[in-house]
């Protein structure tokens, strides 16, 4: 009986530990389970990092192309001007020409790439750029390097109006902001490209030197082949051509989850519905945007605004010139002008890249002040420095610290965000077009700048100059506080909810913020 109850007792023991064993087990797959849940969420997370990266990457290669003629002009017009003997005037012309030209292709962009799309429009201005910069490498007069020079800038111009609304359209706002900077970056890296070929193409004849300068300007072009390959069309896009399916598929692969993604489709097709309501059938585009409402016209000011204050405070003056600044602050040989202009070009690539991981952290508003108080103290320190301090050692060192300052303040504030807030602010009905607005402020301003850097530095100095420069930029930090406001965070379509009420931006701004604040609470 003992030994019967004993074994019972045992055979119990056992079941027992076997049911314990049994949980545990259970316990194991089941926690198993959830850690393979977690890592197939956090991989596909990733994933889809990695394709908006890509997607940013490829869609901004037209940017480099103007940053390498920015960067690379500075240096080519020294051997241009000694092969062809062209005058002074001319030398102004062929620098500032290119963005007073690319306004042409910015607004015939916009309805351009409503009708073909954003993705093939990239395309459109790689191919146009290409034919205009195989032009000028291979011109033998004045006469036909304007010829390419003007196709070249009829190209940038469909490139640096569509790539920010395009990346735009196809980010997440938790990270559209540092993606949509991307061009502005790619911009600088070309810049510092342009510089590096200046640099070492300067020892080589020189009826050759200059054209090898501007034709290598065509193999970043190459890679949009591989590009269309590899992005989508803009999803707002494929919504606007009721083509909702590849809409939805787009939205699945650029957002974290299929419940993001289904979100982010109804709210742009509720804002689709609301641009072909008959509220807005009544008034073509640009008529709206020529006579537009309260809210269309503060979006206006603050977008094409910034587009101007980035260019007037002398940014194009001071990266095409570079090379003449330098002369006036003592530097004699070519070899160390080219050398000092390619520090320059680093400072501005490495400061756009500290711009990318601030932009959706610390906001827009809080750089671009940071950004336009720093350029109105680099700008006035190195007028002073050209005006009181040229020849001497510790002024060309001053000059070159100035400089250096006012890109890197430029390329963490107004440079980037410029572009950022002015592919954000507008409504879908409007985006491409007040997009393209805002492109030909940039580039009328930019070419002013440009056309007029050599003759006004002639009859002011060119310290005076940029004492001009300074105060544009202190008037540059009353815009920032007066009319731009944050986005950080906010979907395109709560900042047009946010321009509707005007007199209430502020009140607007922070009720916003708190929905977004109790969004994301939910959501955790």
Not at 64 to 78: E, F, K, P, R, T
Not at 199 to 214: C, D, E, K, Q, T
Not at 369 to 386: A, E, K, N, P, Q
């Amino acid at each position: 009986m003992g030994v019967q109850e004993n074994g019972n007792g045992i055979v119990g023991g056992k079941n027992k530990y076997k049911r314990m064993d049994s949980d545990a087990l259970e316990e194991d797959i089941v926690l198993s389970n959830n850690l393979q849940d977690q890592e197939g969420v956090f991989v596909e997370k990733r994933d889809t990092r990695i394709y908006l990266l890509a997607c940013a990457i490829f869609a901004s290669l037209n940017s480099v192309l103007l940053g390498y003629d920015v960067g690379v002009m500075s240096g080519a017009i020294l051997f241009i001007k000694e092969d062809l003997k062209i005058s002074e005037v001319q030398e102004e012309v062929l620098v500032g020409i290119l963005s007073i030209i690319s306004l042409l292709g910015s607004l015939a962009g916009g309805k351009m790439s409503d009708a073909i799309g954003r993705k093939w429009m990239i395309a459109f201005a790689t191919f146009v750029f290409q034919s205009g910069a195989a032009i000028m490498a291979l011109a033998p007069s004045f006469t036909i390097l304007m010829t390419g020079r003007l196709l070249a800038g009829v190209g940038i111009g469909f490139g640096i109006m569509i790539a920010p609304v395009y990346i735009a359209e196809i980010s997440p706002s938790a990270v559209r902001g540092s993606l949509t900077s991307f061009p502005e970056i790619f911009i600088n890296l070309g810049i510092l490209l342009g510089y590096i070929s200046n640099y070492a193409f300067s020892g080589l004849p020189v009826h050759i030197n200059w054209r090898v300068m501007l034709g290598i300007g065509i193999l970043p072009s190459i890679l949009m082949g591989v590009a269309l390959f590899v992005i989508p069309e803009s999803p707002r896009w494929l919504v606007g051509q009721n083509r909702i399916e590849e809409a939805r598929a787009v939205l699945s692969r650029t957002n974290d989850s299929e419940k993001e993604a289904e979100e982010r489709l109804a709210e742009i097709q509720l804002a689709a519905e609301l641009a072909n309501s008959e509220k807005h059938e009544a008034k073509a585009v640009w008529q709206e945007l020529l006579k537009p409402s309260p809210a269309v016209r503060k979006m206006l000011i603050t977008g094409c605004g910034i587009q101007c204050f980035q260019q007037i405070t002398g940014i194009d003056a001071t990266v095409y010139y570079s090379p003449t600044i330098f002369k006036d602050a003592g530097i004699k040989s070519e070899t160390h002008l080219l050398a000092a202009t390619v520090a320059v070009g680093f400072t501005k690539t490495i400061f756009i890249l500290i711009a990318i991981f601030l932009i959706d952290k610390v906001g827009r508003k809080p750089l671009l002040y940071i950004s336009t108080i720093g350029m109105t103290v680099s700008l006035l320190s190195l007028s002073l420095t050209l005006s009181f301090m040229s020849d001497e050692k510790f002024g060309i060192e001053l000059a070159i610290l100035s400089v250096c300052a006012n890109v890197a303040f430029f390329s963490v504030g107004i440079g980037p965000i410029c572009w950022v807030l002015s592919s954000e602010i507008f409504p879908q009905r409007l985006r491409a077009q007040a997009s393209a607005l805002g492109a030909v402020g940039s580039r009328v301003s930019s070419g002013a700048v440009s056309m007029s850097f050599l003759s006004v530095s002639a009859a002011i100095t060119v310290g005076g100059t940029f004492f001009v420069f300074s105060l544009i930029s202190a008037l540059s930090v009353a815009f920032v506080h007066t009319c731009v406001p944050e986005t950080k965070g906010k979907s395109l379509e709560q900042i047009e909810m946010m321009f509707q009420n005007e007199g209430e931006l502020q009140r607007d701004e922070v009720e916003l913020g708190d929905v977004e604040v109790q969004r994301l609470v939910q959501k955790e």
